[in-house]
Structure formats: structure tokens, C-alpha cells
């Protein structure tokens, strides 16, 4: 885990930051996006990208991209780079995701991998609970792996 002494900024993602992104992911992810993906969401979705700020350099951290549809939300891709995990980005992202959302937003949903406890604890932690299993959804190096699906329902101040 990398000890970060800048600032946190989160900021909408550019194409810029793809190449950075797809690095990343690669890192992170067993069946990681492809650039074109990402490119894609830049168009279609609510992309953001977390920095750490000291003093010159501009690092990412992490990134989210979220689909929004009528009073519904999904969380398509988070993440956040494997030498940052632990401290705590995970959830200041996921927390910055949901509050940035429009208050017309009821429900917010993904899916993660059954054997990613990591995540599915920070989404425990943030309010989600397992609405259903999608199964073998996920490829993995020795075949396929089940999908958790999550739903928070978000109540209006």
C-alpha cells in the first residue's frame, strides 16, 4: 500500500487519462476493459477519475464509471489501483459516486465477482445487499465465476 501525502481530486475522466486508466485495470482486474471501452463510456456515461495532487504531479488513483436511467443507477466499473487499495480510496470514491448522483436516483445496483470479499465488503459497508446471483458471468483463468448483484436504494433527504 502506497502512503499518499497530497491532496485527493475527483474529477470527470478525459481521454487523457485512458491509457493511465487501462493500466490499471490491467492490474486490478482478471478480465480487465479494453481502452475502446473506456473510450466508449467517455461518450454514454457518468465517468470520473480519482487524482492524488502533490504538487506537480497528478496521479490516478482510481476510477468509476456509473449508467444512469430514468430513477436507476449502475455502477458499470470501479476501481482502484492495487497499490492503493487498504487506504481507504475505495470507499471516498464509492461515497463521492453515490452523493454526486441526481436526486432522482433511487436505486443504485451493480455486480461483483463472489470471490472479490474485498469490494463486496465495501458495498456491504455503504449500504448495498445481495438482490440475486447472475451465474458463471465472469470469465476467469479456469473457467467461470458467479456474479454478485447489489442494490442500495437511496432515500431522499
Known sequence: MKETTGKILIRP??????????A???EATPSPWSAKQFQQSLDQHRCLVM???DGDSNSIVGYAIVSTVLDQAEVLNICIGPEHQGAGF???LLTHVIKALPDDIELV???VRVSNFRAIHLYQNHGFIEVGQRRDYYPTEFGREDAILMNLVRIAD
Do not use: N, P
Open 109 to 111: 445496483y451493480l455486480e
Open 51 to 53: 487524482c492524488t495532487t
Open 13 to 22: 475522466m478525459s481521454l487523457e487519462d485512458v491509457l493511465q486508466i487501462v
Open 90 to 92: 475505495g470507499s471516498q
Open 24 to 26: 490499471i485495470e490491467r
